[in-house]
């Protein structure tokens, strides 16, 4: 069984449980013995689920429709968000948001790529593929982050940067780059949490960070599969075995020393409990940051150069 | 993004294994003549040559390979290579990777799809780093992103410009997302080597795409462009897919970012050499 086709076995369930109860409420009939083996039941089919999930369920869990975004986390997350746009040279990026809010009462910018929660939405956020405004926009507000101390938060969400004429027309490979330049001496702590889909340098341009996180069941990659599929075989439908193939689940980054931690997820997956997820982010955040901020900054940065510089794989 | 990137025949033209300046080993067997694919001429290989590898009818710039872009910009006798000891291996269990690398190794002659080293351009000392679009589209997987970051901290321990030619199809897709961190990687040497007040040139030519355009090619405090050359974050294949329109004539062409701001000079070949040399010049410290 797939992983959807659990799903589905476990909605089904979740309906029955529910009648139980609701007929054992109207009825005034004691069946808590019944839901409570229902129940166990689905919590060991949930478990068989995400025990045997492979990367392409992953890959599709990461886009399910209903997974959380970044303005999900934000709200929850934070205390008092004030959305800035613009980045001052051409546009405003839906794409891509930014601001800045309070962390337990202490100021911070938060940047995140942000998909659309319908198709409407998608539309206008372009499905989280960002053009060069966006990342121009995100590098605007780090800047300004670090003139005022402030510790940046990215939350990764993106299939991968716009390919389109005027993103070409508007320098996507610049604006990608500057921000991997400039990220890597900023000197304020960042942490990255990739949280459904990181595709490629227009996921990489808001992770060059002290932390990388990823939440469980998100992914991270070169390209999308279909992507790498394209290219190496010609053959866009051949996404499921990229999938497999390509090692793009938190827990293959995790040993690769690419990411530093996974967030744990809900049985089912963070739509299954927003709040849950988020409260666990937080907490980490808070963590996390106190640790970073009692660096001296050119421990911080030396650190971070480092982190990146390890890696790779070769022979000497 | 692929089938821009096929092997074009002229590949052949220019092994400089050297024995004599006219020596070269074909990889693939040929014969004297070559069909330019621009004008469709019929032109004598050794005129390509003598025409620093253009066309003599046509002026189609093909593309060169790593040793003889630095045969045209180093001086005779004083490039001095870096880390050609290091060697790539295969992270992801990508099949068949270990030996398609063995195989270019031998057919090229250089350990990965950038050559990197120290020499002088008219007597200037600078670090120079090269990529060869013939060693699997120039794409970069951890041995070149090594080799450049290895080059930029070089520099910035020597106090030297770094030149770097590009010529790449993006991330190397075999080595999965290790190839995607040394675009984190070479953008944070370079960051290094320009705070230390050091002077970077990127010369990006024929042709630039993906995680390198979207990393060191486009980091240069001066960016200069082959004629013509292509240069892009996407692949206009993959624009075309995308935005289901073909793509108007000349885009991402070396013109064209010159046109939108993203390139400071395009230079003709023969003149390369001479507008490194100036600008080195202006910057010596
Ligand atoms: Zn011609």
């Given at each position: 069984m797939s992983i959807f086709e659990i799903e589905k076995a476990v909605c089904e369930l979740e309906n029955k449980i529910k009648e139980l109860r609701e007929f054992s409420r109207l009825q005034n009939i004691d069946l808590s013995n019944e839901i409570e083996i229902l129940e166990k039941k689905l919590k060991e089919l949930q478990k068989e689920a995400f025990e045997n999930i492979r990367a392409w369920d992953k890959v599709q869990l990461a886009r399910k429709i209903e997974r959380p975004t970044s303005l999900d986390y934000i709200e929850r997350i934070f205390d008092n968000f004030i959305e800035l746009h613009g980045d001052r040279l051409y546009g405003d990026d839906p794409a891509i948001i930014g601001g800045i809010a309070l962390l337990k009462g202490k100021p911070v910018t938060v940047i995140g790529q942000q998909k659309g929660k319908n198709t409407q939405e998608n539309i206008k956020r372009n499905f989280?593929?960002?053009?060069?405004?966006?990342?121009?926009?995100?590098?605007?507000?780090?800047?300004?982050?670090?003139?005022?101390?402030?510790?940046?938060?990215?939350?990764?969400?993106?299939?991968?940067?716009?390919?389109?004429?005027?993103?070409?027309?508007?320098?996507?490979?610049?604006?990608?780059?500057?921000?991997?330049?400039?990220?890597?001496?900023?000197?304020?702590?960042?942490?990255?949490?990739?949280?459904?889909?990181?595709?490629?340098?227009?996921?990489?341009?808001?992770?060059?960070?002290?932390?990388?996180?990823?939440?469980?069941?998100?992914?991270?990659?070169?390209?999308?599969?279909?992507?790498?599929?394209?290219?190496?075989?010609?053959?866009?439908?051949?996404?499921?075995?990229?999938?497999?193939?390509?090692?793009?689940?938190?827990?293959?980054?995790?040993?690769?020393?690419?990411?530093?931690?996974?967030?744990e997820e809900p049985l089912g997956g963070a739509h299954k409990d927003v709040d849950r997820v988020s409260k666990s982010i937080k907490q980490n955040l808070i963590d996390e940051i106190d640790n970073l901020s009692k660096l001296d900054i050119d421990i911080l940065l030396q650190n971070r150069y480092n982190k990146f510089r390890k890696m790779g794989k070769f022979i000497e | 993004m692929i089938n821009l990137f096929k092997k074009r025949q002229y590949v052949t033209l220019s092994q400089i294994e050297k024995k004599n300046e006219n020596y070269f080993k074909p990889f693939i067997p040929d014969g004297i003549f070559e069909k330019c694919d621009e004008c469709g001429k019929i032109i004598l290989k050794e005129d390509i040559e003598k025409n620093l590898m253009r066309c003599p009818n046509c002026n189609k710039y093909f593309r060169m390979t790593a040793k003889q872009r630095i045969e045209l910009i180093i001086d005779k006798g004083t490039f001095v290579e870096y880390d050609s000891n290091l060697k790539t291996i295969n992270p992801l269990d990508y099949p068949d990777y270990d030996i398609k690398i063995q195989n270019l190794v031998k057919d090229t002659g250089i350990n990965e799809a950038v050559i990197t080293g120290e020499g002088k351009i008219n007597g200037e000392s600078c670090v120079i780093a090269v990529m060869d679009s013939y060693f699997l589209m120039g794409s970069m997987g951890c041995v070149v992103g090594e080799k450049i970051t290895r080059a930029f901290e070089k520099a910035t321990e020597k106090r030297l410009p770094v030149v770097v030619f590009t010529a790449s199809g993006g991330a190397r897709m075999q080595e999965g997302i290790l190839s995607l961190m040394q675009m984190a990687k070479t953008s944070a040497a370079v960051k290094r080597h320009s705070d230390s007040g050091l002077l970077y040139i990127s010369v990006l030519t024929d042709p630039t795409t993906g995680g390198v355009t979207a990393s060191f090619a486009m980091l240069g405090d001066i960016i200069l462009a082959e004629p013509k050359a292509l240069i892009g974050f996407a692949g206009p294949r993959v624009i075309e897919q995308t935005i289901k329109q073909k793509l108007p004539q000349g885009f991402q062409r070396a013109e064209f970012l010159l046109e939108h701001g993203f390139i400071d000079l395009i230079v003709e070949r023969e003149n390369l050499k001479k507008t490194l040399y100036n600008i080195l010049l202006m910057h010596r410290g």
């Open positions: 989280g593929m960002p053009h060069p405004e966006g990342y121009r926009k995100a590098l605007r507000l780090m800047k300004q982050a670090e003139k005022f101390k402030r510790p940046i938060i990215c939350f990764v969400d993106t299939p991968g940067a716009f390919c389109g004429i005027g993103s070409e027309e508007r320098g996507q490979g610049e604006a990608i780059a500057k921000n991997l330049f400039e990220m890597s001496t900023l000197k304020v702590p960042i942490i990255s949490i990739v949280i459904a889909e990181g595709g490629s340098g227009g996921a990489l341009a808001l992770a060059v960070s002290d932390r990388v996180w990823m939440l469980e069941h998100s992914i991270y990659s070169i390209l999308s599969p279909e992507g790498f599929a394209s290219i190496l075989w010609k053959d866009a439908s051949k996404a499921k075995e990229a999938a497999e193939l390509m090692k793009l689940t938190a827990q293959d980054l995790l040993n690769f020393g690419v990411i530093d931690k996974i967030i | -």
